[in-house]
């Protein structure tokens, strides 16, 4: 399969980034449909990667891939080995491909759907996180009013945010895919256990979360078991403690904390 990086934008912004899978016979695209949550997951796991391209910019190496399952049509994914990741003074080097499985496991048991289908596996470059592509709606990219705007599906990203400690929550890491669902993406700096929370979604600052959210939460506490187990094989004891100390505390107050413009805004707003 053919993997084509298109990137359109001016001035000083980043620019939005396309990516297609074409049939290399045809030269078509193909389309790439939201597959139900199961299906993903086993082609993420599953699927050959038969191509490889490097996505432009970015401080670690990210990668487009094809994903090619027999009686399967290809798909695109989003490949971040852990062999590219850059040191980091304030997060475990060569952790940050597991952190963006973790953000996808605390989603899921959410019930969000927040995070696209994440797993770890091997690929070309070691492993890494492999992640479902999710096309976006273009002119929602930059549209302040639309991401500043309280609603229910900006508020899961803000709570979950908060949850996971996210140290880099720009505007180009929010999506409204072409299917009409709010998802977020590149979660590497999640999960550390010292507050390290950047957004740039200030519109519930001080605010009370909203009760079904907040019962969302209560029900994910009710059955921690299972996350803690999970996120064991991802994350340090003292960063799984960390999470489940933000987890409580947020249902303790109801409230979202007040945050400093000084330090809880992300490097770069994109």
């Not at 949550?37 to 970015?58: F, N, Y």
């Not at 290809?74 to 973790?102: N, V």
């Not at 302040?144 to 505007?171: C, M, P, Q, S």
Request: glycine share 8%.
């Amino acid at each position: 399969m053919g993997i084509q990086i298109v990137t359109f934008g001016t001035g000083n912004r980043m620019p939005e980034l396309n990516i297609q899978l074409m049939d290399p016979e045809s030269g078509e695209v193909l389309p790439q449909p939201e597959l139900p949550e199961d299906e993903a997951l086993k082609l993420l796991e599953r699927a050959d990667i038969t191509g490889a391209e490097l996505v432009p910019w970015g401080s670690n190496y990210t990668f487009a891939v094809a994903l090619e399952a027999e009686g399967i049509p290809g798909h695109l994914g989003i490949y971040k080995p852990r062999t590219g990741e850059r040191p980091l003074h304030d997060f475990r080097s060569g952790s940050l491909y597991a952190r963006e499985r973790a953000s996808y496991l605390l989603s899921r048991a959410l019930g969000w759907d927040i995070v696209p289908p994440t797993v770890v596996r091997n690929g070309p470059h070691g492993i890494g996180s492999v992640q479902m592509y999710v096309p976006a709606q273009p002119d929602v990219a930059e549209d302040y009013e639309f991401w500043g705007a309280r609603t229910l599906e900006n508020e899961r990203i803000v709570l979950f945010d908060h949850l996971a400690n996210n140290a880099d929550r720009k505007i180009t890491h929010c999506l409204l895919s072409t299917s009409g669902k709010v998802v977020g993406i590149d979660h590497g700096l999640t999960f550390n256990e010292v507050p390290k929370l950047r957004t740039v979604l200030w519109q519930f600052v001080g605010r009370p979360v909203r009760e079904s959210l907040w019962n969302d939460v209560q029900k994910l506490v009710a059955g921690s078991q299972e996350l803690t187990d999970q996120l064991a094989e991802l994350l340090t004891p003292q960063e799984i403690s960390a999470f489940w100390a933000r987890t409580h505390a947020i249902l303790e107050t109801g409230k979202y904390p007040r945050l400093d413009p000084s330090r809880n805004v992300p490097y770069g707003w994109w």
